[in-house]
C-alpha cells in the first residue's frame, strides 16, 4: 500500500532493496502517522505493517516492512526518521531485509537442531549465514568440514568456564555476528555472559508438565507416562530456561509408544521450533517486552 500524499507507483523502483523498522515506545496519538508519512516522502512503498499496544504497560509496538527508495540504507532512513523518532522517545531498529545476518551456532553431542539449520539455510527458507559453529564435544567438527564451515572445539570445565565464554565474546565481535543459537548447547552461560548477549541468543529446550531435568528427560517423561511432549524457543537469559519464550509446539504421545519413540518425536520438534524461532528473529518479528515477547 501506499501511504497518503505518496509518489506514484512508478518511483519505487522494481527490485529495490527492502528493509524492516521495528519500533516501541510509550503508546499516544500520532505515531503511526508521523512514520509512515516520513516513509512516504522518501518514496517507500509499504509492504507489511504489524502493531500492538500492550495496555498494561501502555508500550506500543510496531513493524513496518517497506521497498524502496533504491539507494536506502539503515543509516541513512534512521536520519530521515530521526523527527518521530526522538518526538515519541522511541527504541527502534532498522535493517536490510535482504541481507544475510551472521550467526554463531553452538552444540553439544546431539545435532539434529544443528543439521535442520543448516539444511534451512542451504534451500533458502532461511536467510542467515553461519560464521562459526562452536561445541564442546568434537562430534560436531564433521558436519563444519563437510559444510566448509569454521569449527571451535572449547571443552567447557568450571575451571575455564570464563576463560571459554570470552573466547566467544571475542568470536562474535570478530565475525559480527548478530546472533548465538543454542542448537542443543548442554552448558548453561553466566550471568554476565547472558547479559552481554540479551536479545541476541536463542535456546532450545524441551518443555513438559511435569519438567524434566537431569538426564534424559525424555526417557524420564516416558516413565511418567507423558501425554504431550513439547520445545520451547526463548531468550537466554540468567535463569536456566526462563528467558521471553519465542515460539512452541507440543505433539501429543502415547502408551503405546517407546521411550525411544518419545525421543524421536522431541527431536523433531526441538528442531522445528529452534528454526522458526531463529527465523522470526532474523526478520525482525520478535520484540522484548519486559520477560516477554511480540511477535509479529
Known amino acids: 500500500m501506499n501511504a497518503p500524499n505518496s509518489p506514484p507507483a512508478e ?3 522494481a527490485g529495490a532493496p527492502a528493509h524492516v523498522i521495528t519500533l516501541s515506545c510509550d503508546d499516544r496519538p500520532g505515531i503511526v502517522a508521523a512514520v509512515t508519512t516520513e516513509l512516504a516522502r522518501l518514496g517507500a512503498n509499504i509492504t ?5 499496544w500492550d495496555r498494561q504497560t501502555n508500550r506500543f509496538f510496531m513493524r513496518i ?3 524502496g527508495p533504491a539507494d536506502a540504507t539503515p543509516a541513512s ?4 526518521l530521526a523527527v518521530p523518532i526522538g518526538q515519541f522517545g522511541m527504541t527502534a531498529a532498522i535493517a536490510d531485509q535482504f541481507r544475510r545476518p551472521k550467526i554463531v551456532v553452538m552444540v553439544s553431542k546431539f545435532d539434529h537442531a544443528l543439521l535442520h ?15 562459526a559453529i562452536v561445541s564442546n564435544h568434537e562430534s560436531g567438527r564433521r558436519t563444519a568440514e563437510l ?5 571451535h572445539h572449547w ?5 575455564n568456564k570464563t576463560e571459554q565464554e570470552q573466547k566467544l565474546i571475542r568470536l562474535v565481535e570478530e565475525t559480527g555476528a548478530e546472533l548465538v543459537v543454542l542448537a542443543r548447547y548442554m552448558q548453561v552461560f553466566s550471568s554476565d555472559l547472558s547479559a552481554r548477549l540479551s536479545g541476541r541468543a536463542i535456546n532450545i529446550h524441551h518443555s513438559f508438565l511435569p519438567s524434566f531435568k537431569g538426564a534424559k528427560p525424555y526417557h524420564q517423561a516416558f516413565e511418567r507416562g507423558v501425554k504431550l511432549i513439547g520445545a520451547t524457543a526463548h531468550y537466554v537469559t540468567g535463569d536456566l530456561d526462563e528467558g521471553p519464550i519465542i515460539e512452541q509446539e507440543t505433539e501429543r504421545v502415547s502408551h503405546a509408544q517407546s521411550a525411544d519413540d518419545f525421543v524421536a518425536v522431541g527431536r523433531d520438534i526441538e528442531s522445528r521450533v529452534l528454526a522458526r524461532a531463529v527465523k522470526l528473529h532474523l ?8 520477560h516477554k515477547t511480540i511477535v509479529f
Open 117 to 131: 539449520l543448516l539444511y534451512q539455510i542451504r534451500v533458502g527458507w532461511l536467510n542467515a549465514e553461519v560464521v
Open 147 to 151: 559444510e566448509g564451515l569454521p569449527f
Open 155 to 159: 571443552p567447557v570445565t568450571a575451571a
Open 283 to 290: 526478520e525482525g518479528r520478535v520484540m522484548l517486552n519486559g
Open 11 to 13: 518511483s519505487v523502483v
Open 65 to 67: 516492512a517497506f521497498a
Open 48 to 52: 507489511e505493517s504489524s502493531q500492538f
Open 77 to 80: 532512513l534512521e536520519r530521515a
